[in-house]
């Protein structure tokens, strides 16, 4: 008589759902040509493009390049993005490059295997909740008024829609992602107002975190 050896699949993971977006930084760098800037790829510690300077808590809260933590789960409702405006800087340039930054370049999200499953021009892609108003902004030679400047209207539910039939898009936690943005040939160097701005992206949904 033979013993008989029956395994038990492992028991799945108790998870708490947080309303919670995933984002992440990357720097437009000053004077340089345009380059296709990547999103989601480089994750908490990791060096920051152009400066090298280990990203913090403010820059990302990915943990893992390109994917998810195990075992998280994240729920996908949209999409946001926003530049940030620095004080000292050039504002007429500024508002010059945020229109074509807006106008001709081109938002994609990479998903699974390294598929785009979303291509659209970055004007689509709303800023949500945004600084607005008039500022008094300083630099070394005289104090300019200027108006804070953002895409859409600053509201929490201002963003891309990723929904299908109103139902958000899983990607659980060993598939991989990422977000792109990508300009046309023959944009030349933009100044950006200032040298190394930010740009931020949000992926607007809920976060299925471990108890």
């Known amino acids: 008589m033979s013993n008989i050896t029956v395994s038990r699949p492992a028991?799945?993971?108790l998870l708490r759902k947080l309303t919670q977006p995933l984002f992440d930084t990357?720097?437009?760098?000053?004077?340089?040509?345009?380059?296709?800037?990547?999103?989601?790829?480089?994750?908490?510690?990791?060096?920051?493009p152009v400066t090298a300077v280990a990203k913090t808590l403010c820059d990302t809260n990915m943990t893992q390049a390109a994917q998810l933590g195990m075992p998280q789960?994240?729920?996908l409702e949209g999409f946001q993005f926003e530049y940030f405006i620095?004080?000292?800087?050039?504002?007429?340039?500024?508002?010059?490059?945020?229109?074509?930054?807006?106008?001709?370049?081109?938002?994609?999200?990479?998903?699974?295997?390294?598929r785009p499953w979303l291509e659209v021009p970055l004007s689509q892609i709303p800023t949500g909740t945004a600084l607005t108003g008039t500022n008094s902004d300083g630099d070394i030679t005289a104090n300019t008024e200027a108006t804070w400047l953002h895409n859409g209207h600053a509201s929490v539910?201002?963003?891309?829609?990723?929904?299908?039939?109103?139902?958000?898009?899983r990607v659980q936690s060993a598939e991989s992602f990422?977000?792109?943005?990508?300009?046309?040939?023959?944009?030349g160097?933009?100044?950006w107002g200032v040298a190394n701005s930010r740009v931020r992206t949000y992926m607007v949904?809920?976060?299925?975190?471990a108890l």
């Open 11 to 13: 028991g799945a993971a």
């Open 26 to 48: 990357n720097i437009l760098q000053n004077g340089a040509a345009p380059v296709p800037l990547q999103f989601f790829q480089i994750p908490f510690g990791g060096a920051m």
């Open 73 to 75: 789960m994240f729920d």
């Open 86 to 114: 620095h004080a000292n800087a050039d504002l007429a340039n500024i508002a010059t490059d945020i229109f074509f930054l807006y106008e001709q370049s081109v938002f994609t999200f990479f998903f699974g295997q390294a």
């Open 157 to 169: 539910k201002s963003l891309y829609r990723f929904t299908v039939g109103k139902k958000a898009i």
């Open 178 to 187: 990422y977000a792109q943005i990508t300009w046309p040939n023959g944009v």
């Open 189 to 191: 160097a933009f100044t």
């Open 205 to 209: 949904g809920s976060l299925y975190a």
